[in-house]
Every structure is written in C-alpha cells, then in structure tokens.
C-alpha cells in the first residue's frame, strides 16, 4: 500500500510559491523586486513587500522598511534606490556613480539615487505593525520609524510643493513609480534626450525591448536626472524641467496621513496634525486634480498649470483615501469602457479604449499587481465588499496561471516583465489571507 500525498489545494500551492519568490530575492536586509532586472531595494518595492511579508516573518517586513528608512537622507527623502554594495557597478544603470549620492552632502553612507517614488511607506508601516504589535513593540518599531515618516511627508508637503497648490510633484517619471505612462508624453516631450551613445542600458539585458521604455524616453529619463544631481538636488519649480501633480502620490500621502494618526495614537502622542494634514491633502487634491464631468483625477502640469487628460489607473487611485468625497463617482468610471473592472484584471495601467492603449507595453496598458491591490483596497474601504473580493478572486487566479511576474496583459492575463517579481508575491500573499 502506497501512502498517497494529500492533493494541495491550489491557495496552499500558490502560498508555498510566493514565500520561495520571497526568499529568493531576501538579501542580508531587505528584497530585491526581481534578482537580474532589478537586484537593488526600491523604495514604493519595499512597501509593498513588506505588507505581504508581515505574514510570513513580521520581524523581517519590519526590517525591510528599517532598511529603507536607514538610507533617508537628512532634508527627509527616501531615495528610490538604496544600492546593494555587492553587485557588481554595472549590473543596473543609473547605478551609484551616476548618483554620485555619496559626494552629496546631506546624503546617507550607503550609495543611493537621489530622487524618490510614490510614498506608500506609512500604511505599509501601519499594516506591518499591526500584524504582529508584540514584535513591533519589542524591536522599537514605530518609535524608530514614525519620526521617519513625519521627515519624510515633511519633505513631499514642503520642497516638493512647487506651486504652493498643497499637493507635492514628482520631478521625474521614475518618481512616479509609472515610468513611461502616456500621461507623462506631454510633459516629457520639452526634454532634450541625451543622445543614446552616452550612457549604456542595462534592463535590455534581461527584459524584451518591445515591453521596456524607448531609447529616446530613456535619454529624457538621463537628462532629467542628471540635471537635477547637477544641482545639487535642489528642488524648485523653475529648477525641474518636469514636474507634475501626480494623483497617485498624494492619494498616498493623504492615506498615510490617516496612518500616522493611527500610530500616534498607539505612541500616546496628538493624533490631530495628522487629521488635519489628512484633510488638507484631501481637499486640494479633490479640488485641483478631479474632473467631475471625467469622473477621474488627472494629474497637472505643474509648468503650465493644466490637467494632463490622460486615463491612467493612476487617476483612480485615490479610491484609497478614507473619506473621499468622490468615491462613488471613482467606482463607475473604473466599472466603465476605460477600465472594466469587472472583466479585466489585472487593472489596466491605462484607458483600454484609447487608441494607443498597449497591452503588453509596460505602463502603457499591462494591469499591475500593486495598483490592483490599492484598488481593492480602496474598494473595500468604501464599502464596496463584493467588487473588492471579486477582483481579488480573479487576480489570486492570474497570478497562478502567469507566474509572479512583473505585469500581465488585463485581457488575456499573459505574463510579461520580469518573472518571480516580489511585489507581486508579496501582495498574494496578502490577498489570500
Ligand atoms: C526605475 C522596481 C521598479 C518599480 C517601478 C517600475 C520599474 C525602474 C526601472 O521598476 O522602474 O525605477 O528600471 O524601470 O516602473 O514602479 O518600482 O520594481
């Protein structure tokens, strides 16, 4: 008689894949997104990957975002990358002497970029701790990072409000977490490419060229960083030859505002700043980037002070802030032609309708993982229960048939980007609890 294994039940199977994505990409402090594209930690990566390692070891989702806030630099940003020391110079490009973060002053002893990404950071603090608060409590957790975090908001609210409008703009499509988004053609476009010859790719050694950003975005991409660390990364409006009020990113700093209400309240400290930022940044992004006949936010040029009309699932993401005033309206638009909630999955990246929606280009239509999450969280928090749990029923489902990978045709669930990508394991795991 041959004892026979018990059939895994496929939530089990695609749990036990997601913790081994997990600790493959764990270095000594913190994960890399995917081992060969991206072997470095990235800031908004880490932030996600600690709200699905919080289940796995709350000890080390706790440390994955130590590390990150260990390398903030002392006017409070984040860099968007902390450089692994032992990968090799050349393994990603910009790499730290691009930076040149160390020769900056103000700038942490471990190399670093010198912009930042979307400032998921204080919910992923918030749910981390509340995973496992007896841990948290005895390694020092909130008390260490929540004045990180108010530096860190304090630099977005302040230096990065470069048209006193109340809302902070990204300097530079990386900052945006949505590289080559078309929302960002416009803006880009009155930047001169740095000709191709002076700088060397790295991604288009591991990753088809025909889902990456183009040659010429890349040397935009170039210029505008390299400016910008040739001035000392100094933040003004006329400095930046690309600044735009980004819904997404202040969505987040809205929501983490609520978080930190939340953590100073556990540190027996005033909770009110915090609702009273909260409220601030809720009102000016309603009030500066909505359009109610769109039913979408649209981010703003800051340079020419008009909406950039493009539908991008970045428009819906302030679904995530509680209290929204235009919740509802946010729910039809992402049922609607743009975005069918209801069939497509993951969200797309941008406008299913438009004419130059790809669905295999990168942030040009492919549905993400991470945006997806925030919507379902978004949904949840507004009462949407059922639309929440469908869209996590139906993503759990992609990701077993496509793998962990790093973004998936919405249509037809076709995996493209880099595979065993951590952010995507990192949210099922979250998703299936
Ligand atoms: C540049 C790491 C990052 C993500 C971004 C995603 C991509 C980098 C790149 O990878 O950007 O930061 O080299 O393309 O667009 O959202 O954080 O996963």
């Known amino acids: 008689c041959v004892a026979r294994r018990p059939l895994l039940e496929p939530a089990d199977a695609l749990d036990r894949a997601a913790r081994r994505v997990l600790a493959t990409n764990w270095r000594r402090h913190a994960t890399v997104p995917a081992a060969r594209l991206y072997p470095h930690q990235w800031s908004w990566d880490s932030a996600f990957i600690a709200i699905g390692l919080r289940h796995l070891s709350p000890a080390r989702a706790q440390r994955e975002l130590e590390s990150l806030f260990g390398a903030q630099w002392r006017d409070g940003r984040v ?46 603090v918030w749910l981390t701790y509340r995973a496992d608060p007896a841990t948290a409590r005895a390694r020092g957790f909130l008390p260490r990072l929540y004045p990180r975090l108010i530096a860190w908001h304090r630099y977005l609210t302040t230096r990065r409000d470069l048209t006193g409008s109340g809302l902070m703009s990204v300097v530079h499509p990386w900052e945006s977490g949505m590289d080559n988004s078309p929302a960002w053609d416009a803006p880009l476009s009155r930047v001169t490419p740095v000709p191709p010859g002076e700088f060397t790719r790295r991604d288009l050694d591991h990753a088809a060229a025909a889902e990456r950003p183009t040659d010429a975005d890349y040397g935009r991409y170039v210029r505008l960083a390299r400016d910008y660390r040739d001035a000392g990364y100094a933040d003004s409006l006329r400095g930046h030859g690309f600044a735009v009020e980004d819904p997404l990113c202040n969505a987040l700093l809205a929501a983490g505002e609520h978080a930190l209400a939340s953590m100073a309240t556990e540190l027996g400290r005033d909770p009110q700043p915090h609702r009273a930022a909260a409220a601030r940044l809720t009102d000016a992004l309603t009030a500066t980037l909505y359009d109610p006949a769109a039913g979408i936010f649209f981010p703003r040029d800051a340079h020419t002070g008009g909406h950039i ?89 992609r990701v077993r048939d496509a793998g962990f990978r790093e973004y998936l045709d919405p249509m037809t669930g076709t995996g493209h980007g880099a595979d065993e990508f951590s952010w995507t394991a990192a949210l099922v795991l979250d998703l299936i609890r």
């Open 309 to 397: 009309r493009s539908y991008s699932v970045g428009g819906l993401m302030p679904l995530i802030v509680p209290g929204l005033p235009v919740a509802a309206e946010l729910v039809e638009t992402a049922l609607g032609d743009r975005f069918r909630l209801r069939e497509a999955c993951p969200v797309p990246s941008y406008d299913l309708s438009a004419g130059d929606h790809d669905p295999s280009l990168y942030w040009r239509g492919p549905g993400w993982v991470n945006t997806s999450w925030l919507l379902w969280h978004g949904l949840r928090l507004h009462g949407e229960a059922s639309l929440a749990d469908d869209l996590r029923q139906r993503l759990l489902g």
């Open 79 to 124: 860099p968007h990358i902390v450089f692994e020391p032992h990968v090799p110079a050349d393994a990603y490009f910009p790499g730290p002497s691009f930076w040149r973060s160390t020769a900056t002053p103000g700038a942490p002893a471990v190399a670093t970029s010198g912009i930042v990404q979307p400032p998921a950071h204080a919910l992923a």
